[in-house]
């Protein structure tokens, strides 16, 4: 083990007495289920007969992406069972909700352990999992490590590593190649990040495509949608979806140069965090707007809809003429353009898509979406898909076709994980597919 992860598994059981305070606070401010608090170091396994897979992924976007992942291995392992673990309260509640019920009954979820080295080990003595398989950058030294010693195959998918990271882990190299060479498979999200990964140690890190374009589209209460349309009856609706700090001030502005060629226009504006609310809704204040959060409907009086509400954009996308997608305004790297696609929802892209740079050129270089820098040309951009109907309509069919090529990936993941399984794989009845 190199001289940095000795240093982190002292730094582990360093702050192992103080992280039982952090979590209760954690707990207080909503961000951890206090009576699943154990989890967090390692208990409560209740492993089910049969082989195990394990599954991490951080957070909201990384645990919906393994959704077709998990369809994927399900349909071609019947036997196989799945421990999905995510780090987040908000994941667990969307996960519950999106699961299909032929799936939920083959998946356990739990928070994922701390990275404590006491932690790891009784998480994994009690799981036992026949494999791991871990969801973008989460690279946690002591887990990774508490597998490689256990002999668990282990593989990271939809890996993505920015250049400002790569740089990082440069000032432990051994660490980084110690953690990367524990991995059988690695499958990246881009050329770019394969290329990183490779250059920090993971020799055979390869690109296959983005894990997130495969992702199931959003579902939608058919009739909520109903009663929706029925409220907006022929509006024309400018969303922007999944917004981050300094996105919402510039569809508002958007939105009002909009309203000058656009008189009927509803904005409805959609925070990533919907407990950004009430700071959002302090920029639109001036404007006549509701809150659904509140229980607010989108009147004709009202020209902005605040949707400070979590896993609703199935029914945002489904309603919009145009989509402004989040995270692409500013530095954030960009939000899963192909959800929208996947609904009949024409797409608009700010400069910033590092994260889904490969799909959102896929799309650029399709027709399936405009790029956007600044408030005047994204209402300009708005305008144009908003009043012809013919480019509407041919942007989405350019990038439902996009959709469409990704949908391949996760079964061509479940056989590379189902074959870094053997011998566990094995004993179940596996099935190749097509």
Same mark, same amino acid.
Not at 32 to 46: D, K, S, V, Y
């Given at each position: 083990? =190199?001289? &940095?992860?000795?240093?982190?598994?002292?730094?582990?059981?360093?702050?192992?007495?103080?992280?039982?305070?952090?979590?209760?606070?954690?707990?207080?401010?909503?961000?951890?289920?206090?009576?699943?608090?154990?989890?967090?170091?390692?208990?409560?396994?209740?492993?089910?007969?049969?082989?195990?897979?394990?599954?991490?992924?951080?957070?909201?976007?990384?645990?919906?992406?393994?959704?077709?992942?998990? #369809?994927?291995?399900?349909?071609?392992?019947?036997?196989?069972?799945?421990?999905?673990? +995510?780090? *987040?309260?908000?994941?667990?509640?969307?996960?519950?909700?999106?699961?299909?019920?032929?799936?939920?009954?083959?998946? +356990?979820?739990?928070?994922?352990?701390?990275?404590?080295?006491?932690?790891?080990?009784?998480?994994?003595?009690?799981?036992?999992?026949?494999? /791991?398989?871990f969801v973008e950058s989460e690279l946690w030294p002591n887990?990774?490590?508490?597998? $490689? !010693?256990?002999?668990?195959?282990?593989?990271?998918?939809?890996?993505?590593?920015?250049?400002?990271?790569?740089?990082?882990?440069?000032?432990?190299?051994?660490?980084? !190649?110690?953690?990367?060479?524990?991995?059988?498979?690695?499958?990246?999200? =881009?050329?770019?990040? #394969?290329?990183?990964?490779? /250059?920090?140690?993971?020799?055979? #890190?390869a690109f296959w495509g983005q894990l997130k374009a495969a992702?199931?589209?959003?579902?939608?209460?058919?009739?909520?949608?109903?009663?929706?349309?029925?409220?907006?009856?022929?509006?024309?609706?400018?969303?922007?979806?999944? *917004?981050?700090?300094?996105?919402?001030?510039?569809?508002?502005?958007?939105?009002?140069?909009?309203? $000058?060629?656009?008189?009927?226009?509803?904005?409805?504006?959609?925070?990533?965090?919907?407990?950004?609310?009430?700071?959002? $809704? /302090?920029?639109?204040?001036?404007?006549?707007? *509701?809150?659904? =959060?509140?229980?607010?409907?989108?009147?004709?009086?009202?020209?902005?809809?605040?949707?400070?509400?979590?896993? %609703?954009?199935?029914?945002?996308?489904?309603?919009?003429?145009?989509?402004?997608?989040?995270? *692409?305004?500013?530095?954030?790297?960009?939000?899963?353009?192909?959800?929208?696609?996947?609904?009949?929802?024409?797409?608009?892209?700010?400069?910033?898509?590092?994260?889904?740079? %490969? +799909?959102?050129?896929?799309?650029?270089?399709?027709?399936? &979406? @405009?790029?956007?820098?600044?408030?005047?040309?994204?209402?300009?951009?708005?305008?144009?898909?908003?009043?012809?109907?013919?480019? /509407?309509? &041919?942007?989405?069919? $350019?990038?439902?076709?996009?959709?469409a090529d990704a949908a391949q990936l996760p079964g061509r @993941?479940?056989?590379?994980? @189902?074959?870094?399984?053997?011998? &566990?794989?094995?004993?179940?009845?596996?099935?190749?597919? %097509?």
């Amino acid at each position: 083990m =190199s001289m &940095a992860g000795h240093a982190g598994r002292l730094i582990g059981t360093g702050l192992a007495p103080v992280l039982p305070l952090w979590l209760r606070l954690r707990a207080r401010q909503g961000k951890e289920i206090p009576e699943r608090l154990g989890e967090r170091r390692g208990l409560g396994a209740r492993r089910p007969r049969g082989p195990l897979l394990w599954l991490h992924a951080a957070s909201v976007g990384e645990s919906l992406s393994l959704i077709p992942l998990l #369809a994927a291995l399900a349909e071609r392992a019947p036997e196989l069972h799945f421990l999905l673990t +995510t780090g *987040t309260v908000t994941s667990a509640s969307l996960l519950r909700q999106r699961l299909p019920a032929a799936l939920a009954g083959r998946v +356990t979820h739990r928070f994922v352990p701390l990275d404590v080295p006491r932690w790891a080990s009784a998480f994994l003595d009690g799981w036992r999992p026949d494999a /791991a398989v871990f969801v973008e950058s989460e690279l946690w030294p002591n887990l990774t490590a508490a597998l $490689a !010693q256990r002999g668990i195959p282990a593989a990271l998918v939809n890996a993505r590593l920015s250049p400002r990271s790569a740089r990082l882990w440069r000032w432990a190299p051994g660490l980084a !190649q110690e953690m990367l060479g524990r991995f059988r498979l690695v499958v990246a999200q =881009s050329e770019d990040d #394969a290329a990183r990964l490779r /250059a920090l140690g993971a020799r055979d #890190a390869a690109f296959w495509g983005q894990l997130k374009a495969a992702a199931e589209p959003p579902p939608a209460d058919p009739a909520e949608l109903a009663r929706l349309r029925a409220l907006i009856g022929t509006r024309p609706i400018f969303l922007a979806a999944s *917004t981050h700090a300094g996105e919402e001030a510039v569809a508002l502005e958007a939105h009002r140069i909009l309203r $000058a060629r656009l008189p009927d226009l509803l904005t409805v504006i959609a925070p990533r965090h919907p407990q950004r609310g009430d700071q959002v $809704a /302090a920029l639109i204040t001036p404007l006549a707007f *509701t809150r659904r =959060s509140e229980g607010g409907l989108p009147g004709p009086e009202q020209e902005v809809y605040l949707v400070d509400t979590l896993g %609703e954009m199935g029914l945002f996308f489904r309603l919009a003429g145009v989509a402004l997608v989040g995270a *692409t305004l500013v530095p954030k790297g960009g939000h899963n353009p192909l959800e929208p696609a996947q609904l009949g929802c024409p797409i608009l892209l700010g400069p910033y898509t590092d994260h889904v740079r %490969e +799909t959102a050129e896929s799309l650029f270089a399709a027709g399936g &979406a @405009l790029r956007v820098a600044d408030a005047a040309t994204l209402a300009e951009a708005a305008l144009t898909v908003l009043t012809d109907s013919g480019r /509407a309509q &041919a942007m989405s069919r $350019a990038a439902a076709d996009v959709a469409a090529d990704a949908a391949q990936l996760p079964g061509r @993941l479940a056989v590379a994980i @189902l074959d870094m399984m053997s011998p &566990a794989a094995g004993t179940m009845p596996v099935s190749r597919g %097509e």
